[in-house]
């Protein structure tokens, strides 16, 4: 077993090393503001790094090229063991426990945007800073940021990317080398994100809480400096700007990368994805627009069209930043939204849920399986935007369908086990599966996930961990053929 897990520490301990580097953004900023969480951030780069060296040490004589296997271990053992560290300054500075930091940090890196904690805007600068990081980070993955530094090293990076992106099609590569792939997806990544700072700004906010919410919008994160959220500016310039980026985060990245390459927009006209999540979105924020202003959520048309719009995309999107408590609204509405957030994000982008592509097979089986049904004999391949889809990845995409809806129903099971009622354990978990954020209920946006208890605190972190590696990364460790030489 030694053989198995060694190896993989020994990478994982140099994951340890260049995150314990990552903390040095907000501890400058709290040098230059005098910020009070100065040494949080002092001591917890300091045991960050010290405790990857020493697993390094310890491990180095293990090193050797990662197999399938290996790829699978360390995916899940960074993503369950990372926010531990992450969770270091919160835990050490603010008055929570360990429970309520690990969920903070899971949040975080997972781009889920719920938080447990209240009174964000008198929180230090250099704290908000590190939690908006975090899920910039989590946006496009760390292992994906490690495949294009740790080759440098000596160690191979296919197998982490092919774990760590999200989608059914994990084959499909930009460039032949996978290093070269991880650094042109960031470069659209970190292109993006310095695109809408400066939009931001323009907008209205100031420069911190444009960086911030940069973060926030492309990692799809939601969030925010304020427990308001976005509704705390109150501005139309800055919602829309929000509402563009969060839908280009929403998208498969790939797709960015070869519209700018190209220099045009024929890869979005391509894209059977984009297309079906502009649509979807479109037809939403107009309809729940004239649903909210019939039932007299507000005065007149344009105002709930500007609301329904930036939520409607938020939560579709798995962003979870708000305007609005959309819990408040007539019931149709939110749970809409909720169900928006299951299927509404691109492959290959920075939200979760089922994903549309598989949206989109499931839904071209379903109308081959009818067809069938009235011509027994006939043959026709299963295309989306002009593939053809083969049969073993129906069959995936079926499984992860199938995994993906028991999770959740285990889980809220679980949660409505520990007392809570059926609207905030439903929503709690759909919500974390899909990495979307706010719930309904007792985990709305006009309240957080600090009301919930320990253990259903602890619930709603395994279920963003399992939507983050959607799902097979971690339960294919728990299959005995994984383990057998």
């Not at 990081?133 to 946006?139: C, H």
């Not at 989608?167 to 970190?190: C, E, N």
């Not at 709930?304 to 609005?324: C, E, K």
Request: positive net charge.
């Amino acid at each position: 077993m030694k053989d198995i897990l060694l190896p993989v520490a020994h990478v994982f301990s140099l994951v340890i090393m260049v995150f314990a580097a990552s903390m040095l953004a907000p501890l400058i900023l709290a040098i230059w503001g005098l910020d009070p969480a100065l040494w949080s951030f002092v001591i917890s780069a300091f045991a960050t790094f010290v405790i990857g060296a020493l697993l390094w040490l310890a491990t180095r004589r293990f090193k050797r090229e990662l197999k399938t296997r290996d790829g699978l271990m360390l995916v899940a053992l960074t993503w369950v063991a990372l926010p531990a560290v992450a969770g270091f300054p919160l835990w050490h500075y603010l008055p929570i426990n360990f429970t309520d930091a690990y969920f903070e940090a899971t949040s975080g890196l997972t781009t889920t945007g719920g938080t447990v904690l209240s009174g964000l805007e008198y929180l230090p600068r250099s704290i908000n800073l590190w939690r908006h990081l975090l899920s910039w980070l989590g946006g496009m993955g760390i292992i994906v940021l490690a495949v294009a530094i740790l080759p440098l090293l000596g160690v191979g990076g296919m197998q982490m990317y092919r774990a760590e992106m999200p989608g059914p099609m994990k084959d499909s590569k930009l460039t032949p080398r996978i290093g070269q792939t991880a650094k042109l997806l960031w470069a659209v990544y970190a292109g993006l994100t310095v695109t809408c700072l400066v939009c931001l700004r323009l907008a209205g906010m100031n420069w911190f809480d444009a960086v911030c919410h940069s973060f926030s919008a492309l990692s799809l994160g939601g969030f925010s400096t304020y427990d308001a959220s976005i509704g705390y500016f109150d501005s139309l310039p800055i919602e829309l700007v929000l509402i563009v980026f969060q839908i280009l985060a929403a998208m498969n990245f790939a797709t960015h990368y070869l519209a700018w390459s190209q220099r045009g927009l024929k890869a979005y006209a391509k894209d059977s994805e984009a297309k079906a999540i502009l649509g979807v979105l479109l037809i939403s924020c107009i309809g729940i627009a004239g649903f909210l202003y019939y039932h007299g959520t507000y005065a007149d048309y344009g105002s709930a069209l500007r609301h329904s719009a930036f939520n409607i995309v938020a939560i579709a999107t798995d962003s979870g930043l708000h305007t609005q408590d959309f819990s408040r609204w007539p019931i149709f509405a939110p749970m809409w939204m909720l169900f928006l957030s299951c299927v509404v994000a691109s492959s290959g982008s920075t939200g979760g849920g089922i994903k549309m592509i598989r949206t989109l097979v499931l839904a071209k089986q379903a109308h081959r399986e009818l067809n069938q049904l009235v011509h027994p004999n006939m043959i026709r391949p299963l295309k989306v935007g002009g593939t053809i889809i083969e049969n073993r990845v129906v069959f995936a995409v079926l499984a992860f369908v199938f995994l993906y809806f028991m999770s959740i129903v285990t889980l809220v099971f679980v949660q409505l086990g520990s007392g809570l009622d059926f609207m905030t354990a439903l929503s709690s978990i759909i919500a974390c599966i899909n990495n979307a954020g706010p719930g309904l209920g007792l985990v709305s946006p006009g309240s957080n996930y600090g009301v919930l208890t320990d253990f259903q605190t602890w619930v709603c972190s395994a279920a963003m961990l399992l939507g983050r590696l959607e799902i097979f990364t971690l339960l294919v460790l728990f299959t005995p053929a994984l383990w057998r030489k």
